[in-house]
């Protein structure tokens, strides 16, 4: 998997050595609440560790969920490049529709992270050929959408497409 890079931050791969942040982000309910379609508090180390192996498993020349660290190695959260799953009934996209997904540590929250990572990782993929990426919030997710709205996203409104329920969907092209 490869390692991007931005200014300030790196993503790379979890490490087994991040079950202690990842347990610590990811058992509060403000960082979870939002994440996928039964979001669930990790509540033990072996949670961790599991997740970490889940994700390490996403092992793809474009896709890939990554830790992101600042530059001088300090963790503050995830970031997601993957397939998004339609809803049942809905066909599939050919290629796959790709989704971005982000969330940080609360202490690492307000500094211009998430947009950051975001930004390297969208030309990252651009590069590497994509040609449409989204995002799909919770209604009442202001932060993330705002994270969308900073990285120039496009609101298409309100959809049933993904996940089974309602999203906001937001995307956005290459150039
Ligand atoms: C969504 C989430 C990642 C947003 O985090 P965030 O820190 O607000 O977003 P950014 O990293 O883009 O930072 C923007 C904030 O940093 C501030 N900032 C400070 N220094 C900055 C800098 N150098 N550059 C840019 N922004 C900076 C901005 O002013 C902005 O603050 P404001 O919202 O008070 O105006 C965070 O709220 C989170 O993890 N939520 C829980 C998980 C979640 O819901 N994930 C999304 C599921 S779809």
């Known amino acids: 998997m490869r390692i991007i890079t931005s200014d ?12 202690d942040f990842l347990l610590d982000m990811e058992s509060r309910w403000e960082v979870v609440r939002f994440l996928g379609p039964n979001p669930t508090t990790l509540s033990t180390r072996e949670q961790a560790l599991a997740s970490i192996r889940h994700r390490r498993g996403v092992d793809h020349q474009v896709y890939g ?3 992101i660290s600042t530059r001088d190695g300090q963790l503050v959260g995830n970031f997601a490049l993957v397939p998004v799953p339609v809803s049942a009934g809905q066909s599939p996209g050919t290629p796959p529709e790709v989704e971005i997904g982000w969330h940080l540590h609360p202490d690492a929250w307000g500094n211009g992270y998430a947009t950051e990572a975001a ?9 590497q050929g994509l040609t449409r990426i989204i995002a799909v919030t919770n209604t009442g997710n202001d932060a993330s959408q705002a994270v969308c709205r900073r990285l120039g996203m496009t ?9 089974d329920t309602t ?9």
């Open 65 to 67: 969920i990554w830790a």
């Open 155 to 163: 609101h298409l409104g309100r959809t049933t497409r993904y996940y």
């Open 8 to 19: 300030r931050l790196l993503l790379r791969p979890w490490h087994e050595d991040d079950a």
């Open 119 to 127: 930004r390297a990782v969208l030309d990252d993929a651009f590069a």
């Open 167 to 175: 999203k906001e969907l937001f995307e956005i092209l290459p150039g």
